[in-house]
């Protein structure tokens, strides 16, 4: 396939890697420093100990995604109208459209713009940026997209590409599951700058999490979305799984970039206030990253 990645992030540099290192043709579109790396190096992606070079052709220009059968947006949330409005007139008329990003509403958001059908994709991969242009594998990489007419195909394309990926007919209670853990994990993580393993075993961190997890299936619940009875399980065996891994919202706070915190916590929170139900946990943390955030752009 000829796939257009938009957005040069972790998670769109890996998931373009995988597919140009299985012999996809992959335009990359990001940022000037990401985009001169990849003209003159690649991608370069540190995966299980090995150093892979994914040839890759890269643009700043929105016009990269003109031809591309397949599109994967994976910018920032708070990106996502932008980043839609700027490709929108280039896209082929047949090209299918992914969202890799965080958030439960970005597909529906991307719609709005497009005018036409956006699949919603829970994606599950540690990934982490080194350099322009370089990322590092922690773990994971698998994807559930939702159910169309070409979605089993994808998926075994993807598969193909080394993407392990499952079609659900269910996405919007996948994307809510793997919201509940993204709001018992980021902030957190963030506030403590401490991985996910070191995380949990500080006093009063597990019943934190379990609280913001209760406040998030009430609010769930309320919006018609089923979470896992064993959602419990699921929050606590990813500090197991994965220690050493820091969430996105502490990278981006180290890095002095604005967290998709918004679209978390943040999101849990506004649609609390829709069905009147409390939620003090979540709305805390959302506040102590506004904390964080402010402090940022006031240093810089």
Not at 18 to 45: K, N, S, W, Y
């Amino acid at each position: 396939m000829k796939i257009a990645v938009m957005g040069a992030g972790a998670v769109g540099c890996y998931y373009g890697a995988m597919f140009a290192l299985a012999g996809h043709t992959v335009t990359m579109i990001g940022r000037p420093a990401h985009v001169e790396a990849m003209q003159a190096d690649g991608i370069v992606l540190l995966k299980a100990g090995t150093r892979h070079r994914a040839p890759v052709q890269a643009t700043t220009e929105p016009s990269g995604v003109a031809g591309a059968e397949l599109v994967l947006i994976s910018v920032k949330s708070d990106d996502t109208v932008a980043a839609a409005t700027a490709i929108a007139p280039h896209l082929a008329d047949n090209a299918r459209i992914l969202s890799l990003q965080n958030g439960v509403d970005n597909a529906e958001r991307l719609e709005a713009v497009f005018g036409r059908a956006v699949i919603p994709a829970a994606v599950y991969v540690a990934v982490e940026t080194l350099a322009a242009g370089q990322v590092r594998h922690n773990g994971r990489g698998e994807l559930v997209i939702g159910a169309g007419p070409d979605s089993e195909a994808l998926a075994q394309s993807f598969a193909q590409a080394g993407i392990p990926t499952d079609v659900s007919a269910n996405v919007r209670d996948v994307l809510w599951t793997k919201l509940t853990i993204n709001c018992a994990y980021n902030a957190l993580c963030a506030i403590g700058e401490l991985p996910y393993g070191a995380m949990v075993g500080v006093a009063g961190v597990p019943e934190t999490m379990a609280d913001v997890v209760a406040e998030c299936r009430a609010v769930a619940s309320a919006a018609g979305v089923r979470l896992p009875d064993n959602l419990g399980d699921a929050v606590t065996g990813l500090a197991a799984a994965m220690p050493s891994q820091f969430s996105s919202t502490a990278q981006d706070l180290q890095r002095g970039k604005k967290t998709e915190i918004e679209h978390l916590n943040g999101y849990v929170v506004r649609t609390a206030e829709k069905f009147g139900i409390s939620v003090p946990a979540n709305r805390m943390l959302l506040a102590c990253i506004r904390l964080r955030e402010e402090f940022n752009n006031r240093a810089s």
